[in-house]
């Protein structure tokens, strides 16, 4: 379904074949840190997990084709599609869908799509339209801070992650 490939920016994973719109792709979970780290996924408000998988190989794109599932009580982050993926389309999410804040990416976006943002956002700066538009691929944490409830014992901003 995927294969690991040198890509304009480094290591990639791409479609080795035709994926249909809502397939799982990846799966993937590692030990959990409270800190934020480069290489780090933010898992919940304060928890971020180091996934030694290709799901760490999945780079950001403004125009994501897949989308990520993160369930509490599952230790599982899952890699779906969200439209068809053609053989050879470099498998893409935004990060701004599981991470409240860039940290270590910190020049200008790379994803050369239409609707680039000029770099990579967290969820605080998602437009809301956008929010809505990524329905269940936006993780549970990041709803619960646009309804004002946060499970840490301090700020969420000081406990995001970036890749």
């Known amino acids: 379904m995927y294969e690991i490939r040198e890509g304009r920016l480094g290591k990639s994973v791409e479609a080795s074949t035709v994926i249909p719109k809502g397939a799982l792709i990846l799966r ?3 030990p959990t840190i409270r ?3 480069r290489h780090s996924l933010q898992v919940d408000h304060d928890t971020h ?5 290709p799901v760490e190989l999945i780079n950001h794109s403004c125009e994501p084709n897949c989308g990520v599932i993160i369930r509490r009580e599952v230790p599982c982050l899952e890699i779906h599609a969200m439209r ?5 389309e470099e498998l893409t999410t935004d ?9 270590f990416m910190t020049g200008p976006c ?3 799509t239409a609707s ?5 956002t967290g969820y605080r700066d998602l ?4 929010k809505a538009s990524y329905g269940p691929y936006i993780a549970p944490y990041l709803r619960e801070i646009d309804a004002g409830i946060t499970r840490s014992s301090q700020p969420v901003a000081a406990h995001a992650v970036s890749r």
């Open 28 to 30: 993937g979970w590692g």
């Open 35 to 37: 800190h934020r780290t």
């Open 49 to 53: 997990v180091i996934i030694r998988s």
């Open 84 to 88: 068809r993926i053609e053989r050879g």
């Open 95 to 103: 990060y701004g869908t599981f991470e409240y804040e860039i940290e």
């Open 110 to 112: 790379l994803c050369g």
């Open 116 to 120: 680039c943002r000029g770099r990579i």
């Open 127 to 130: 437009p809301e339209e956008l």
